[in-house]
């Protein structure tokens, strides 16, 4: 059996992406895929051998010492090809190269841009570290045997640097997708969710300033803070009594949150990285037949207007933010329509069995010589 390696050292052990969708996809394909992750033990959970990392204490010494650890255990498996998913990861991709080995880097994000958003340093800063990466990016990326790309944007800049890029875009899985849907109740109050990350930069302070302009709804809010101020900034507000804050949830009660809401908020301010983003939670609402209010970004406006599957609106206006927010109420019959064009366009192209066939073709690509057929 064909052995491959996927590796991490930021993202957790169940992370949607990496271990429900590319993972098991490919142990379901017939590969032994090892995954490397920060994990309380060895284990074997749906065909996919976890082998754990220690937990960190520090952003320094994941950076430092974690990819380090993960070399050795990734070079334990005598694996073929080694996924590696995080950037702080490249160099020790640059040494499995130099060590034979085939090696694909999976860009989740567009990290030089990303950096331009970052809270932690100064604008001068940010912009010398986005550059020195990008340029430490376009060095080591062409070396790499395959680069999967989460968005379009990311892929058109990976193909100049490495013509083995491919857009596996991170859509729902189907199976998720009829449970939501299994569950969504006709009977709903006049309720509207955002699940996710809570943060500046994805529009908490104008959609909770959006509430104080609405009457007779509430927001079922479910996600972590980014920090101790914004949430006691945020709770000050005078909108925040029209909320339902659930705090960080497992995936069965995000089915339920889902389930009881009208519409789902996805408001992102236009950041670099944001603006050119594949914008995840869309999908999922959309997946669960719930009508989208979103940030009105050229990608995101094609989506929605396309597939007539909700409002666009200026993610800096809260009032806009409220008008949208009136009118998928006030119009009961509209919004479940476009709930439904929500979901058909999932169920016919924004899904990830389909868009897998792709990551499947590169690695059947990349090991040619020797899947036996």
């Given amino acids: 059996m064909i052995k491959l390696c996927h ?138 045997d395959g680069i999967v790309c989460a968005t379009p944007s990311i892929t058109e800049k990976f193909l100049k640097i490495n013509p083995n890029s491919v857009n596996v875009n991170n859509y729902p899985l189907l199976e998720e997708s009829k449970f939501l849907y299994h569950n969504y109740n006709e009977n709903k109050m006049n309720e509207i969710c955002y699940i996710g990350g809570i943060s500046q930069i994805r529009g908490i302070n104008e959609l909770i300033k959006a509430l104080e302009f609405v009457d007779n709804v509430r927001l079922n809010l479910a996600g972590n803070f980014e920090s101790a101020e914004l949430e006691k900034r945020i709770k000050g507000m005078k909108g925040w009594k029209k909320v339902n804050y659930y705090g960080f949830v497992g ?72 008008d949208a927010i009136r009118y998928i109420i006030a119009h009961p019959e509209e919004a479940k329509k476009m709930g439904d064009n929500g979901r058909r366009a999932v169920l016919e192209k924004y899904n990830w069995e389909k868009e897998s066939e792709k990551l499947l073709d590169l690695y059947k690509e990349l090991l040619k010589g020797e899947i036996k057929t």
């Fill in 7 to 144: 590796i991490t050292t930021v993202h957790p052990s169940f992370d949607v992406r990496i271990f429900h969708k590319e993972c098991k996809t490919l142990a379901k394909s017939g590969y032994y895929v090892y995954l490397i992750v920060q994990h309380h033990k060895e284990e074997v959970i749906d065909g996919v051998h976890i082998l754990p990392l220690p937990k960190v204490g520090s952003r320094l010494e994941r950076v430092i010492k974690q990819p380090w650890r993960a070399l050795r255990l990734a070079l334990k498996t005598n694996s073929s090809i080694y996924h590696l998913h995080d950037p702080e990861l490249i160099p020790i991709g640059l040494i499995l190269k130099l060590l034979g080995k085939r090696v694909i880097f999976d860009s989740h994000e567009d990290v030089p841009l990303q950096l331009l958003s970052k809270p932690y340093l100064n604008r001068f800063a940010l912009r010398m570290l986005s550059q020195v990466f990008s340029i430490f990016e376009k060095y080591s990326c062409r070396y790499f």
């Fill in 251 to 322: 995936r069965e009660n995000v089915y339920e949150i889902m389930a009881r809401s009208k519409a789902g908020v996805v408001i992102f301010s236009p950041l670099p990285n944001h603006i050119n983003s594949q914008p995840n939670k869309m999908f999922e609402y959309m997946s669960a037949g719930l009508p989208v209010i979103t940030s009105n970004f050229p990608l995101w406006r094609e989506i929605v207007e396309r597939d007539n599957c909700g409002i666009c609106v200026d993610p800096l206006n809260p009032k806009e933010i409220a």
